[in-house]
């Protein structure tokens, strides 16, 4: 998690509502009354401090911010400034300057230029999930954070035992964040429950809760507790030590990464390879998110977007592992599946249409014209049927007309 305070001059909060969410679903519905709002307004007026606010980052290029703390000084001042209201009429004089009754067009020059540069301290919080959010958010608040995990560790059962023995491995000592509160239980009991789904799927404390409960006679030498086992294993030969890039949303999606790819492919010497494509495309990304925003790349911001909020939904999972795994393949393009299988994987797939940029290669019945997602062969280049293999080089889009003619010729 990174903070960043600075003052921000109140002009520099006119017009930008838009860009700045309010209500995101940790937040309380606004109840300030008018006299609190007016009060504030005063505060300021009279050159007082108000307590910092807290956003949240959620995008850049341009900037997009959740409210964590302050949302209702944020609408007192909005308002004040669009003349939603007026200071109350019996409001104490100012430097001379009358402000009973006022609006803030009313207000005299001076006391509108000291509301328009009066810093407010924002402190700008990037780099960090949505449970880190909502627990600040529940400090600043003076709340208790829910600690669930807390609470599922309190669960009997062999699924908690086994999720609390997994977090003993060796890839948990690699990640880059510490053990707070429970994280690594939670990052455990993540993997786990994707394993069990075998693709992206919710993995919020709610389906957490869900699957300690409906398995308290988990199988610890099962099926299930051996493939965690293997991934974890072959996550831990990536990562031999510490490493700043494991972040909490990193680590979740290589382990679906890994998971995806071990049964299917022959990997199983590629760890040293698969750990430095992954930092480079981290250090990548981070790159692009500083860059102007004509300049970025589209699926960086995608994938921006989808770390930014909502990092344990099923969404937010599969946009991230389809970005993952498509660069993946594109950077390893003679990856061969196990057995030389015909069908090319989803992230073969992705790999493949973004390379040809969705054109049709082939060329037989089109002049190359451009297919939709949903609508394009991967075609084999030297076929399948006489020893062609399964991978990413051999692969190309062709559009369905031309696939059926190519298909036609060797009959
Ligand atoms: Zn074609």
């Avoid at 960043?4 to 509502?17: A, D, E, R, V």
């Avoid at 509301?115 to 400090?139: G, N």
């Amino acid at each position: 998690m990174e903070m960043n305070k600075k003052p921000w001059p109140l002009s520099t909060l006119y017009g930008i509502q838009e860009r700045i969410d309010t209500n995101p679903d940790f937040q309380r519905p606004p109840v300030w009354t008018k006299a609190q709002k007016q009060y504030l307004i005063d505060t300021i007026l009279r050159n007082m401090d108000i307590p910092k606010l807290y956003w949240h980052r959620t995008g850049r290029n341009p900037d997009k911010y959740a409210v964590v703390d302050g949302q209702q000084r944020l609408r007192a001042i909005w308002e004040f400034n669009a003349g939603h209201y007026m200071l109350p009429k019996d409001a104490d004089p100012i430097n001379g300057y009358d402000i009973a009754g006022k609006k803030y067009v009313e207000l005299s020059d001076e006391l509108r230029i000291h509301f328009d540069t009066y810093p407010l301290d924002v402190v700008i919080v990037s780099e960090c999930e949505e449970d880190e959010v909502r627990d600040m958010f529940l400090r600043l608040q003076n709340g208790t954070p829910l600690k669930a995990q807390e609470k599922r560790n309190a669960m009997p059962g062999k699924m908690r035992d086994f999720i609390k023995s997994l977090t003993y491995h060796e890839f948990f000592r690699s990640f880059g964040f510490k053990d707070s509160r429970y994280t690594y239980d939670l990052i455990a009991a993540q993997c786990v429950l994707l394993e069990i789904n075998g693709r992206p799927c919710n993995i919020k404390n709610a389906d957490l809760n869900r699957m300690y409960e409906s398995n308290q006679d988990f199988d610890t030498n099962g099926a299930i507790a051996k493939r965690a086992k293997r991934v974890f294993d072959y996550l831990g030969k990536m990562f031999a030590e510490k490493t700043p890039e494991l972040t909490r949303f990193n680590v979740v999606s290589l382990y679906v990464l890994v998971s995806s790819l071990l049964d299917r492919f022959v990997i199983q010497n590629k760890h040293k390879e698969i750990a430095s494509w992954f930092i480079d495309f981290e250090r990548v990304r981070r790159e692009d998110e500083v860059k102007e925003a004509e300049s970025r790349d589209a699926e960086l911001i995608v994938y921006h977007e989808n770390i930014s909020r909502s990092t344990d939904g099923e969404e937010s999972l599969r946009k991230r592992h389809e970005v993952l795994i498509g660069r993946l393949f594109t950077a390893f393009p003679d990856w061969e599946q196990k057995d030389n299988q015909r069908e090319f994987s989803s992230g073969q797939r992705i790999a493949i249409y973004r390379r040809d940029n969705g054109q049709c290669q082939l060329k037989l019945k089109c002049g190359g014209d451009k297919c939709s997602w949903d609508n394009w062969h991967a075609d084999h280049k030297k076929p399948w049927s006489k020893g062609g293999k399964t991978t990413v080089e051999n692969g190309q889009v062709a559009c369905p007309a031309c696939n059926i003619s190519k298909n036609a010729q060797f009959v």
